[in-house]
């Protein structure tokens, strides 16, 4: 489960680089050109993230693995908008971040008990 987690983390940090630093970094260029280096970034985030499931489904169930890829999805999401990006940091940051809290206990409870 640690490589799962591992993997996603990776795939995520990649996949947030390639949907969101553009918009910071190649603001200037046409969109033609952001969505070929975006997609050269995601390339890598494939090479992990399918790894990650594939080795994910072996242990949990795939609804489990949705909940989990939505957690870190968001953990990586909220710094690098915040540090990189310079978003402000919001309240309803903390408020998503909670509900997704209950839905890892609501997913994962039976494995809790």
């Known amino acids: ?4 987690i591992g993997l996603l983390i990776c795939s995520n ?27 050269g970034i995601a390339l890598f985030e494939y090479l992990l993230q399918v790894p990650a499931n594939r080795i994910g ?13 939505e957690v870190i999805t968001l953990s990586v999401f909220v710094p690098f908008a915040v540090f990189y990006l310079k978003e402000p940091l919001k309240l309803d940051y903390l408020w ?17 008990a």
């Open 1 to 4: 489960m640690l490589s799962t």
């Open 13 to 39: 940090i990649f996949m947030t680089f390639a949907w969101y630093a553009h918009l910071k970094e190649l603001n200037n260029k046409p969109w033609l050109i952001a969505a070929l280096v975006s997609w």
């Open 57 to 69: 489904y072996t242990v949990v169930s795939v609804a489990e693995l949705k909940i989990l890829q």
């Open 96 to 112: 998503a971040g909670l509900c997704l809290v209950g839905a890892v206990y609501f997913m994962f409870r039976g494995r809790f």
